[in-house]
C-alpha cells in the first residue's frame, strides 16, 4: 500500500490518498456565490485523491471572512453545481467543508440581516480583515438562546441536502480554528448553564447535534469531522482539551462517520494524532505540514489512511503527478492567497 493506492473511506471511493486540504481563498461573489475562476481553481486539482472545499457558510450568519462562499440558497447551489461537475469531469472527488465561523466575524463580511452568534456574548481577541474597512475587531457576538440552537443546527442539515443536491460527495463539519462548533466545545468561550454548556457532554452536543443533522441527509459514510484538539487560533482557549475530545471522538466514531480529519498540534497537550487513531483506526486523515516523504511513510505505516496537504496545492494543481515523478515543486506567492481575481489562484500552471 503506497500513498498513490486507492482507498474508501466510508462511501468516498478515493483514487489515492492524496488529499487537497480546505482553504479559504476569497475568490466568491459578494453575495456568497461560487464563480466561474473557482469552477476553473477545484477542477484543476482535480487528480487529488479527495479536495475539501474552502470552508462554506450554512447560512448567512455563519458567514464572517470577506468573499466566502455559501451553501443556503439556490443560486449558490447552482453555482457549487458548476464546481462539482468541472471536478467530476476531470475524474476528481469533492466534498463541501460546512464552517460557520460564530464569532469569528465582521459584519463588513456579512449581509445585511445576518447576524453574529455564539454561544455566549464574549467578543474574541483579535481583528479580522474587511474590504470596506481594513483590519477590523470581530464582532460582539450575541448569546444564542437555547430555543434557537435547533435553528443552527437545522442550517447545517438544511446546508448538507443542499451539499448534495449540488453533487457534492460528501460534507465536512468544520470543527476547529475558533469557529462555532468549536466555540460550544471549549471552557473559554462557551459560560452557558443550558443543556450546551457546562460539563463535557454540554459542550459537545452542538458538534454532535451538526453531525447527526448532516448524516441524516447525506448518509454516515459521507460525513468526515475535522479537529484538531488544542488549538488556540482565534483566542480559543478549553480548560481540558483531552477530557472534551475523547468524548466528542467517542460519540462521534459511534455515528459510523467517512472519516476524520486531524490537524497535528506538536506544542499542543495532547497527542492529536495518537488521539484520532484510537477513535477512527483505518479512517484518519493526517494534516499539517507533510511533505511527500513523511506523507509517504505514514500512510504505508499504516498510521493514516491518507494525507492532506493544503499549501503545496496552491502553487502546484498537479501535485499529485509531482509527487509521482518526483518532479519540483512551485512555491506560491502569498501576497495573492485572499487578493480575488484569476492571478495567484486558477492560474498556477501544471508542469
Ligand atoms: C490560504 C489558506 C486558507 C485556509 N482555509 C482553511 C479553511 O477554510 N478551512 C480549514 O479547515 N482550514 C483552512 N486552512 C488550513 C489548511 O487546511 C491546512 O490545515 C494548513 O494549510 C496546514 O496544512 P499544510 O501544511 O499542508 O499547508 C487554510 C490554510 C491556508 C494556507
Known sequence: MTIFSG???GELALANRIVMAPMTRSRAAADAVP?????????????????????????????????????????????WSRVTAGVHAAG?????????????ASHFNKPAGSQTIAPSAIRARGEI????????????????????IAGVVEDYRL????????????????????????????TGSNLRDDRYGGSVANRCRFALEALAAMAS???????????????????????????????????????????LHVIRMPAGRVDNIALGQRYFGDRLIVNESYGFEEASRVVASGAAAA???????????DLVARFRTGAP??????????AGGESGYSDYPVL
Not at 477545484?42 to 470577506?66: K, M, N, T, V
Open 329 to 338: 515543486l512551485a512555491k506560491f506567492d502569498p501576497h495573492t492567497l485572499y
Open 92 to 104: 476528481g472527488r469533492i466534498v463541501a467543508q460546512l464552517m460557520h465561523v460564530g464569532r469569528v
Open 217 to 259: 441527509v447525506a448518509g454516515p459514510g459521507r460525513v468526515g469531522m475535522r479537529i484538531c484538539p488544542d488549538n488556540p487560533f482565534n483566542d480559543l482557549s478549553d480548560d481540558n482539551p483531552q477530557e472534551t475530545f475523547e468524548h466528542l471522538l467517542g460519540l462521534a466514531a459511534a455515528l459510523g462517520l467517512a472519516y
Open 35 to 79: 464563480t466561474a475562476m473557482m469552477v476553473d481553481y477545484y477542477s484543476q486539482r482535480a487528480s487529488a485523491g479527495l479536495i475539501i472545499s474552502e470552508g462554506i457558510a450554512p447560512s448567512a450568519d455563519g458567514l464572517g471572512y470577506c468573499r466566502t462562499p455559501g451553501l443556503y440558497n439556490d443560486v449558490q447551489v447552482a453555482a
Open 159 to 186: 446546508a448538507t441536502a443542499n451539499a448534495i443536491a449540488a453533487g457534492f460527495n460528501g460534507v465536512e463539519l468544520h470543527c476547529t480554528s475558533g469557529y462555532l462548533p468549536a466555540q460550544f466545545l471549549s
Open 7 to 9: 482507498v474508501k473511506l
Open 307 to 317: 494525507v492532506s496537504f493544503g499549501r503545496l496545492f496552491i502553487a502546484n494543481p
Open 129 to 148: 480583515y474587511t474590504d470596506q474597512a481594513g483590519m477590523a475587531p470581530f464582532d460582539e457576538p450575541r448569546a444564542l438562546a437555547t430555543d434557537e
